[in-house]
């Protein structure tokens, strides 16, 4: 009996002793890590323009929790660009895509009242083109 006692103990103090060790010392993992509070309001550029086209307004999350989409305002006008097609500096609060300005001008645009059903394949397809990409498959997580 005292020494499963002593053994709870030790655990316990264990798992204390990792916990404050993790609160005080960030985990690394390899790759990027974004938090949304960081993304949102980052000024999007395209290639060859100085100027910013809009800012991420928003964030848009498959069923499975997987990130999809950005949603850039510019100026009332609202975009949807794949999560891949935008990379970033978050130090400089910037992310710049791979498209010229024709490119950038021929983006469907839609607003607060009107958003896309991001989902339908036609969709989806459709945008990742605009950007030179292919849309990887959707996982579904059925909930009951």
Known sequence: MLSNMMRSGAV????????????????????NQFRAKQVLGTKIMITGDSAAVGTVDDLVFDDAG???????????????????????DLEKKTAWLS????????????????YPSFYTPTYRTDTYKIYGLTPRELRVIKRR
């Open 99 to 114: 498209i010229n300005a024709d490119q950038y001008r021929g983006i469907p645009t839609y607003t607060t009242t009107t």
């Open 66 to 88: 997987n990130l999809e989409y950005i949603i850039v305002d510019n100026g009332g006008k609202l975009m949807t660009v794949p999560w891949e097609a935008a990379k970033f």
């Open 12 to 31: 316990a103090a264990f798992l204390l002793t990792a916990t404050v060790a993790s609160a005080a010392e960030p985990v690394q993992v390899a790759g």
